[in-house]
C-alpha cells in the first residue's frame, strides 16, 4: 500500500493567519483527497484533489477557504486561509489508486489557532 | 441526517469479551471498508467487503457486508487491550468514502 507523508505533523497558528499543509505519496495515485476530523470523532470530507486541474469541493467547504493544489500525481497541498478557532482540528490526506481501491491515510496534521 | 449510521459510539468492556459494531444505512455503497485509527495516527484500512453478504476474517475480527450491501457489522471476538481504538466504518459512493460518526472502543485489562 502506499505510504502517505504529511507536513507539519501539528501547528500552533494566529487567528486571521493562513498555513499550507503538504501531502507526498511515495507511488504514483490516481485519487488524493482531504478531509478534516474533530479528535475522537469522524472524517469529514474537504475536497478531492484533481491532478492539473481545480479541486472538486464538497458542500460547506470553499476554494477561497480551502485552496488545494495538485501538481502530479504525488504530491498536493492544502491551505487554510485567514484561520479562526474553529479551524482547530486535524487535517488528513489520503490517496487510492483508483475508484474501487483501497483509500489509504496519512497521520494528519492537528492544527490549533489561538 | 447521517448518510451511514455507526452504534455504538462508545463502547468500554473488559478483556475477553466479545463485541459487535453496526453500520447501517438506507444507501447501496459499491464497498465498505473498515478502518482502526489510534490517536496521533491516520486511520488504519483493516478490510475492504465488495459482495453482498460477504464475510471477512482477520485473527479475531469479523466483517460481515449485508445482503443487500447497506449495512455491515465488525465483531472482535475475545476483546484484548490492544484492540482499543477508533473504529470507523466507510462505504463507497459515487467514488467517495462516506464516513460512519466512528465507535470508541476501550478494552480494559
Known amino acids: 500500500s502506499a505510504v502517505i507523508s504529511q507536513k507539519p505533523s501539528r501547528d500552533i497558528c494566529q487567528r486571521g493567519t493562513s498555513l499550507t499543509i503538504q501531502c507526498q505519496v511515495d507511488?504514483?495515485?490516481?485519487?488524493m483527497f482531504w478531509y478534516r476530523q474533530q479528535p475522537g470523532q469522524s472524517l469529514t470530507l474537504i475536497a478531492t484533489?484533481?491532478?492539473?486541474?481545480?479541486?472538486?469541493?464538497e458542500s460547506g467547504f470553499v476554494i477561497d477557504k480551502f485552496p488545494i493544489s495538485r501538481p502530479n500525481l504525488t504530491f498536493s497541498t492544502l491551505t487554510v486561509s485567514n484561520m479562526s478557532p474553529e479551524d482547530s482540528s486535524i487535517y488528513l490526506c489520503s490517496a487510492t489508486g483508483g475508484v474501487g481501491q483501497p483509500q489509504h491515510f496519512g497521520d494528519g496534521t492537528r492544527l490549533s489557532i489561538l | 441526517t447521517q448518510l451511514l449510521e455507526q452504534s455504538p459510539q462508545f463502547l468500554s468492556i473488559q478483556e475477553g469479551e466479545n463485541l459487535t459494531v453496526y453500520c447501517n444505512s438506507s444507501?447501496?455503497?459499491?464497498?465498505l471498508q473498515w478502518y482502526r485509527q489510534e490517536p496521533g495516527e491516520g486511520p488504519v484500512l483493516l478490510v475492504t467487503v465488495v459482495t453482498g453478504g460477504e464475510v471477512k476474517k482477520l485473527k479475531r475480527l469479523t466483517f460481515q457486508f449485508g445482503d443487500a450491501r447497506k449495512d455491515s457489522s465488525l465483531h472482535i471476538t475475545a476483546a484484548q487491550p490492544g484492540d482499543t481504538g477508533l473504529y470507523l466504518c466507510a462505504g463507497l459512493k459515487g467514488g467517495k468514502l462516506i464516513f460512519g460518526q466512528g465507535t470508541e472502543l476501550s478494552v480494559k485489562p
Open positions: 507511488s504514483q495515485v490516481t485519487m
Open positions: 444507501s447501496v455503497f459499491s464497498s
Open positions: 484533489a484533481n491532478q492539473g486541474s481545480e479541486a472538486t469541493y
